[in-house]
Every structure is written in structure tokens, then in C-alpha cells.
């Protein structure tokens, strides 16, 4: 019996750590048809200033982070009307698969603004304390991989267009993170427009 107990407190101890199952790669290729006209065949998006949406590059993303965001657009926390309309109609398990698809695809990005390396360089690396700025290498990580099971993205060879608008959006608060990652919307608010500039630059050049 005091075994028996022993073994039910570990299975819920396990049950408690949430635990990610991944997706099917082959299904989430053929369910990534829907998703090609705006982040691209491999999940490298092309930016045209013109149009009203900025998509970003998903291939080599996280997948436990991709799927995660999945959700949040699919319940309305994350709002875009472009991504929104994709992922209503998205099933728990779509999502697992999609990830599992983009998140093996190779990605491409183009360089940073050399103009504006040495100051996105360093607030990057080593924030600034003065400020209460964390180094974003804590936790995007110096080649900018992100930590998947943190659910911190990679934001390495991202266009510099989007992540600007990211950090835009978490400083006013419209872009709303997943419960307990807020520390993004506290790091951006404290951010001036020109370094957002400089990081947004820096990062699409990091490979
Ligand atoms: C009409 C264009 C469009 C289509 C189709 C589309 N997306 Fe998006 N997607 C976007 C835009 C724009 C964003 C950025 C939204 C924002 O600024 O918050 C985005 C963001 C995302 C993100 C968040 C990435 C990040 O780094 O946070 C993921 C994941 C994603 N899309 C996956 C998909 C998948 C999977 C599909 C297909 C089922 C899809 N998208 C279809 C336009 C689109
Ligand atoms: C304490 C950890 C932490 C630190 C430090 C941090 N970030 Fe983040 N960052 C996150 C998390 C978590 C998210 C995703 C939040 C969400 O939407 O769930 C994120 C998202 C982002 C995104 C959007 C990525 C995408 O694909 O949409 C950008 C860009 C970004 N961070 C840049 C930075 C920069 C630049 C710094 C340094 C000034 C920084 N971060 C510091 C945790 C962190």
C-alpha cells in the first residue's frame, strides 16, 4: 500500500510537469500549404513593405513555442487579423504538427545594418543594469537560439521589420505573452524607439 501511494505521488509529480508531445513533421508539410502564402515554402518569409502584415520567418523556431503561440492566436490573447484567421481552425493537434514541420526547416536571414551593430551589440549582451535592462542573451541566448522548453524564441536571422514591431507591441502591451513570460513586456517598455532599432538589426544578423 505505502508503495502503491509512493507510485501515485510520482505519477501526478510527473502529470504536473507539463509535458510536450511532439507533432507529426509529414502531416504538418501537408497542413503547411495554408501557411506558405505568407511565411514562405520553408517557413523564410519574404516582407513586402507594401502589404498590411509583417510575417516572420517560423523555419527553425521552437516548436514547443511555435505550437504555444498557435494557441494564443487561436484564443484571441495574441492578436493579428492576418494569423488570427489561420489558426482558428487549427485542432490541438494541427498545431503540434506544423511546429514539428517548421521548426526542422532550415532557415535563412539577411544581415545586420553594420551602422547599428556596436550599439544593439551591447545593450544585447549585456543590457543595461542602470535601467534595469537584462542582457537578452539570459535568455534569447548569444546566437540569439532562444530556449524552447522556456518557451524563449529564437529570434536569430528574424527580419529586422518584425521584431521591431514586437518589441512595439509588448512595450504598449497589445502584444500580451503566455502566463509567466511576461518579462518581455517590462524589458521592451523600458527600451527607446532607436534601440529597438539597433537590437531588431542586430538579431536579424546573428546566425
Ligand atoms: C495572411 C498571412 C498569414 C498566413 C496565411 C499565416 N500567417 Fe502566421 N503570421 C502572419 C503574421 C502577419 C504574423 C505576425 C503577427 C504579429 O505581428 O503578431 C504571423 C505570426 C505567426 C507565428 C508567430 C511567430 C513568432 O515568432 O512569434 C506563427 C508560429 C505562425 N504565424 C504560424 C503560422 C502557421 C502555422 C500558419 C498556417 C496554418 C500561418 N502562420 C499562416 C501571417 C500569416
Ligand atoms: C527573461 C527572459 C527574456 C529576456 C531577458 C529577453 N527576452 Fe525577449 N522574449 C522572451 C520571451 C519569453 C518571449 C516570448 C513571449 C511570449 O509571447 O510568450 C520573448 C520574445 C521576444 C521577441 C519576439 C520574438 C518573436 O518571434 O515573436 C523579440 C524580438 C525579443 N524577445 C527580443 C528581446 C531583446 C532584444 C531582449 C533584450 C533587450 C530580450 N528579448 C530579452 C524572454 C526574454
Request: aromatic share 6%.
Amino acid at each position: 500500500m505505502k508503495y502503491l501511494l509512493a507510485a501515485a505521488g510520482l505519477v501526478s509529480t510527473l502529470l504536473a510537469v507539463p509535458a510536450f508531445a511532439a507533432g507529426n513533421a509529414e502531416a504538418g508539410a501537408a497542413k503547411a500549404l495554408a501557411c506558405i502564402g505568407c511565411h514562405g515554402a520553408n517557413g523564410n518569409s519574404t516582407i513586402v513593405p507594401e502589404l498590411p502584415y509583417t510575417p516572420p520567418n517560423i523555419a527553425a523556431q521552437g516548436p514547443i513555442y511555435i505550437a504555444a503561440q498557435l494557441k494564443l492566436f487561436k484564443e484571441g490573447v495574441r492578436t493579428n487579423p492576418f494569423m488570427m484567421g489561420s489558426a482558428a481552425a487549427l485542432t490541438p493537434e494541427d498545431m503540434l504538427d506544423l511546429a514539428a514541420h517548421f521548426s526542422t526547416q532550415a532557415l535563412t536571414g539577411l544581415e545586420a545594418d553594420p551602422a547599428l551593430v556596436p550599439a544593439g551589440q551591447k545593450l544585447y549582451r549585456f543590457g543595461d543594469p542602470a535601467r534595469n535592462i537584462p542582457a537578452c542573451t539570459g535568455c534569447h541566448g548569444p546566437d540569439g537560439r532562444g530556449v524552447d522548453v522556456s518557451r524563449y524564441p529564437s529570434v536569430r536571422s528574424q527580419h529586422a521589420a518584425y521584431s521591431y514591431i514586437q518589441l512595439k507591441a509588448f512595450a504598449s502591451g497589445e502584444r500580451k505573452p503566455l502566463a509567466g513570460n511576461e518579462q518581455m513586456q517590462q524589458i521592451a517598455a523600458r527600451l527607446s524607439d532607436d534601440e529597438m532599432k539597433a537590437l531588431s538589426s542586430y538579431v536579424q544578423g546573428l546566425r
